[in-house]
Every structure is written in C-alpha cells, then in structure tokens.
C-alpha cells in the first residue's frame, strides 16, 4: 500500500478508499463477469456424476432444441452405473414443486446400438426425478425407464410419466434428475428437453436449464411457456450457443427469430451483490452485439417493440426456494442503426443505478429479445461492474429553469467542469458522446432532486480509457428536458 501512495500521493484520502472501494466490489462480481463469454463446457445446472468407463458429453451432433444435448457413450459394462445429474432445480422463479398437482415429468431421448431387452436393473437405462420437502426429508423418486425394446430410435422420442402417476403429497424444495446408463448397460443415449409443467393447465412449479442449452452461469426464458414443458416455437428455438460469430473466444449467443410475436431471454442466474453497494451506487453493464437480417426502420414503427436490450434485475434473495421477489428491474432498448441490415461487433452499455432499497441484495441481467423484433442477433462478453462514483457537486438549490452551461474550461486538459439546473426532481442523464454519436462516457444517471449541479469529466470513457484530443458532444436529458453542447480536448 504504501508503494501505491507514492505514486498516487496527490489523491485524497477519500478517493483512495472509494477507488479501493470499488476495486474489491469489481473483484467480487467477477462470478458473475467469468460466465459472460459463454465459453463454459458444461450446461447450467448440471454436472457430470459418475463417469469411470463411459464419455458423457454435452453433446452438438444431436439435440431436439437449442443445439446442444446431454450424452452418454458407454460401450462396455462398468464397476458402476454412469449419469448425469442436475442442481436443485427449483431456482429463481418458484420456492417450490407444488403438493396435489398431477406433474408430467420425462424428457425427449435418442438411443443408438443400446444393449435390448434388459434383463436387470444394472442393465438398464433410465432418466429419474426425485423430490425433498422443506426438512430435507425425501418424497420419493420417479424412475422413467428408456425404451430399450430395439437397439436405435430413428428420431426423438418423448420418455414421460403416465397421468396420475405424479402427485406429491408435499411441497417439494429440492427437486434433482439424473439421466443414467445402469453398470451393465450400453451403447449411445442423448438426452434433452426434460420435462415438468402440471397437467390440465395447473401450476406445478418450475425447473431450469430443461433444455439444456445455454452454458454454467446462465438460464433462459423461451416460448411458450418457458420451455418447461419441452415445447420450443416462434422461432426461439433457433436459439443456440454458436461459434459461428464471437467476440473473443470460440462462442456467442445466437438469437435467429424469423418473425416477433414474443418475448423472450436468455439471463444470467443471480449473483450475489458484494458487501457495501448501497442505493446511489450504480453498476456499469455492457455487452458486445453483432447482428444481421434487420429490418429497416423496424424499430420506429414498434418503439420498444422491435428491439433487443438488457433487463437488469435486482433481487433481495439469491439462493434456491428464494422465489422471484423483483425489486427494482428495467427494460433497456438498445438502439440499432435505423437503415441498416447488419451491423459488425458493436458495444452496448447501460450504467443502472442501485435501487434505494436494503432488501437489494442480488442481481441479474438478461439479455432480451423484444416481441417483434426479427432479425439475428449475437450477443458476447458481457460485463458488469461498479461505477467508479462521478464527482458530481450539488451547489444551489433555487432553480427556476432546466439549464445546461457551456464546460469550463474550454478546450480543456486533463479535466471539465460542466454545470446543469434542474428546478424540480428528475432522472437526470448527462453523457459525452463523439461526433459520430457513439457514447463515449456516462458521467450521470441517477434520480436527483432539484438544484444546481456540477460534474467533472476526466476525458476516459466509460472503461476508463483515456480518450483521444478532439471534439465531443455532452447531452442533458432531465424529464422532458434535453440540451446538448459541445466541448474541445486538447493534448
């Protein structure tokens, strides 16, 4: 530390604890960062369990949606049976499996060369689903064996429960499947779209990552009903982990929606907020997009409609049985070229303040495709981190007029003051963009009340990169309020 202060002597002690601040928050959130590049070899919620003797795979050479399947090759008997096996399941949206409602449970299999006609357990293969209540206790289990009457299906086939076979007599918190070769089973099983949705239109509860799609860190949310009952339409089940465009690495997400008629996500799984973010804090989100197949103008005739965006979420619990308790959540449209079919790898940013509530102690991002949008999207390397605080000065309080002042000084080096009014209470948004409208730094964004403000702009953007001598464009937005000016750096 004391190497640090010689270099940075002239800083004050506030600002050294604010940046040390911000240096551990950035550090802790760097959970949730590693899983923006979709690089992970593995798909969320699930593990491989046993595997002595056999290859489990996430596999591309066959799947029913969304590009990947789990898979098994085993081709000699083992010392012991072989699976893949999830995470609790009930996460994020339902605390539970509800009691007294009839659960369809199964997946959709594939089977190649697998030993027929078992004559035991050890040699069969089967996919199972078993349940505990709130004391830990266990409900029972579902055992769904896999047809294994010929060697190879020709296609998909669904491998479900019968009608009444599946009504817990509790509410279930843990919920855990297994898809499993027995020791003396063989051949090839892929496995997707897993199952549960109540029959006749009842609400049994919810599981996650069912078709098996998107990589560690993430689920989705896809029509109709989420995907949790194994269907996929309108498109979205074109969505798919892809390594035919990436911004850094092999792999992006790839939304390819032939015509809007739904929204839909694909989202981060909560990540827990570090110990001391505070309302007034704001966290900086970015992701990289490329797209193709546009529709021109598009987006003009369905404002907020035909768009993709981020939807930031804060949440007050992050574990499983933490239910969907929102907080604070907003819809971000981002906004694309307005006559263009295609754009290359572009970079999206949002600086989201943290809302004014104790109970705000987890986060997540979602990566949103609007209801009418149509077009291609890949989104790659998205990051979230504290803003580092603005030095914004609150410097009167008796306005009677929105006023934004021209920077002083002008041209400037290595820094600038800019002065605003704001007469009544507004979400005020100040950010410098190039001249070629591309935002560069967003310097406020955050609910105020009215008065006389200043802030100061260092020439970094919103990375922290110094930014090149030229001429900038700052812009005001208060309410209905918007002014825009020009400012000068020089080198």
């Known amino acids: 530390m004391q190497t640090a202060r010689q270099y940075i002597s002239g800083l004050s ?6 940046l040390s601040f911000s240096g551990q928050v950035n550090a802790q959130l760097d959970s949730l960062n590693k899983y923006g590049g979709f690089e ?65 449970l199964g997946a959709f299999v594939r089977t190649d060369s697998v030993n027929i006609n078992p004559s035991g357990e050890d040699a069969k293969w089967w996919i199972s689903y078993t349940f505990w209540d709130s004391t830990g ?9 896999i047809d294994q009457s010929k060697a190879s299906s020709s296609d998909w086939v669904a491998d479900t429960n019968q009608v009444g076979q599946t009504i817990l007599p509790r509410n279930a918190w843990r919920l855990v499947i297994k898809f499993v070769a027995g020791k003396n089973a063989t051949g090839t099983v892929w496995a997707d779209d897993f199952m549960l949705v109540g029959r006749n239109g009842k609400w049994a509860g919810q599981d996650w990552n069912t078709s098996v799609g998107v990589p560690t860190g993430w689920n989705y949310w896809l029509p109709p009903i ?9 498109g979205f089940e074109n969505t798919r982990i892809t390594s035919e465009a990436a911004h850094t690495g092999k792999y992006s997400l790839k939304f390819d929606i032939p015509k809007g008629t739904h929204d839909a996500w694909v989202g981060t799984r ?37 768009a993709v965006g981020f939807t930031p979420i804060f949440h007050s619990g992050w574990t499983n049985n933490a239910k969907y308790d929102e907080i604070g959540a907003k819809d971000t449209a981002f906004t694309f070229p307005a006559k263009d079919t295609a754009f290359d790898w572009t970079q999206f940013t949002l600086v989201y303040p943290v809302p004014n509530d104790t109970t705000a102690k987890a986060v997540s991002i979602r990566l949103h495709v609007y209801s009418r949008f149509q077009g291609i999207v890949y989104f790659d390397d998205l990051n979230v981190t504290m803003q580092t605080p603005t030095a914004v000065e609150r410097i009167g309080t008796t306005v009677k007029t929105f006023a934004l002042d021209q920077n002083y000084p002008n041209p400037f080096n290595p820094s600038t003051t800019i002065k605003y009014s704001i007469p009544e209470n507004a979400f005020v948004k100040l950010r410098i963009y190039d001249m070629l409208g591309r935002e560069v730094a967003t310097l406020v964004n955050s609910e105020q009340n009215a008065g006389v403000y200043s802030a100061t702009w260092n020439g970094e953007n919103n990375f922290g990169a110094k930014v090149s001598s030229g001429t900038y ?3 005001i937005e208060a309410g209905n309020f918007s002014q825009v000016r020009k400012l000068v750096l020089l080198k």
């Open 13 to 18: 002690l506030i600002l050294l604890v604010l």
């Open 40 to 104: 992970s070899d593995l798909p969320s919620y699930w593990m491989q369990g046993k595997q002595t003797g056999a290859i489990l795979s996430w596999a591309t050479d066959q799947s029913r949606s969304l590009g990947r399947s789990l898979k098994i090759v085993k081709q000699t008997a083992t010392a012991d049976s072989v699976y893949w096996v999830s995470e609790n399941m009930v996460d994020l949206w339902s605390p539970m499996i509800n009691q007294g409602v009839d659960v369809l």
């Open 137 to 145: 206790a266990l409900i029972g289990e579902v055992k769904l064996p």
């Open 226 to 234: 989420g995907g949790n009952d194994a269907k996929l339409a309108n």
């Open 270 to 306: 909560r990540y827990q907020l570090p110990a001391g973010v505070k309302a007034g804090d704001s966290l900086k989100i970015s992701v990289w997009v490329k797209a193709s197949r546009l529709v021109p103008d598009s987006a003009a005739k369905y404002p907020g409609q035909w």
């Open 473 to 475: 464009i700052y812009r």
